[in-house]
């Protein structure tokens, strides 16, 4: 059974996890039941308006891939996939993961930090929640798949998910949906939640091989019946029986002849 998270990433997947939470509990507890935009806001916010300003119309439909539908329906088509190739796990990956960081988003982070952006909950960005899980769910098992080799793909995967990302907190930026520690609390988010839920499923599946199977004297089947020092069974035997006697003999007392 294929993990989810190769053994290889499991360390680093777990650091980028608590770097995501350090993130979004530092800037949660910044911007706690304010309003107010930081320095760094304002700084992206200019540039944006500067570069896409005149872009209106494209920014709206480039926000518009983070809208609850068409997340849901990217949702449905991996898990759709999945299926259809019996991969149960990423059934349930892709579906669990995107689904707890939205909901995580909504109905937790967004009421308990406050903070608000023309009287709305903005922290963290629900648009960029839901673009960057999906993202992040194709990544993962893309990037630990074991039939994908290339590094050139890898890099390519990693820089287009990111792209898809960056763009709709862009878009949310320009269009002053949201500010840019709004979105860049939703990648976290996503991120954390992904990984979180990718790595507890693959806990809970018995690692890549599942569980281990006993068999003869606490060896598995194969091992069991695995001829040793080049004997079939039947030699190895009566090899051992032959030691065992002449054991026995050493071990019998015998007084000196004369």
């Not at 053994?7 to 350090?22: D, W």
């Not at 920014?59 to 149960?88: H, N």
């Not at 608000?116 to 629900?126: D, E, H, I, N, V």
């Not at 051992?240 to 000196?256: N, S």
Request: glycine content about 12%; charged content about 15%.
């Amino acid at each position: 059974m294929e993990l989810l998270v190769p053994a290889r990433l499991r360390y680093p997947a777990t650091m980028l996890v608590l770097l995501c939470v350090v993130i979004v509990g530092g800037l949660g507890a910044s911007f706690h039941q304010r309003s107010s935009p930081a320095g760094v806001d304002r700084f992206v916010a200019d540039w944006v308006h500067r570069l896409a300003g005149h872009h209106a119309g494209l920014m709206e439909q480039v926000i518009r891939i983070g809208d609850p539908l068409p997340v849901a329906a990217l949702v449905v088509g991996l898990a759709l996939g999945s299926a259809a190739l019996g991969r149960w796990r990423t059934v349930l990956f892709a579906v669990v993961g995107p689904t707890a960081a939205v909901l995580l988003t909504e109905f937790l982070l967004k009421p308990t930090v406050g903070r608000t952006r023309y009287g709305q909950l903005a922290f963290p960005s629900g648009h960029t929640t839901g673009t960057a899980a999906v993202v992040t769910v194709v990544l993962v098992l893309f990037l630990g798949s074991a039939w994908l080799t290339s590094t050139v793909v890898k890099a390519m995967l990693i820089l287009l998910g990111l792209g898809v990302s960056v763009a709709v907190s862009v878009a949310l930026v320009g269009r002053n949906w949201h500010y840019a520690t709004d979105t860049l609390g939703g990648i976290c988010v996503a991120v954390a939640s992904v990984l979180v839920v990718a790595l507890v499923i693959d806990e809970l599946g018995g690692g890549s091989d599942g569980p281990p199977v006993r068999g003869g004297r606490g060896l598995s089947p194969a091992t069991a019946v695995r001829p040793s020092r080049g004997l079939v069974p039947a030699e190895r035997h009566d090899s051992g029986r032959h030691e065992i006697a002449r054991a026995g003999r050493r071990d019998r007392w015998e007084p000196p002849r004369r």
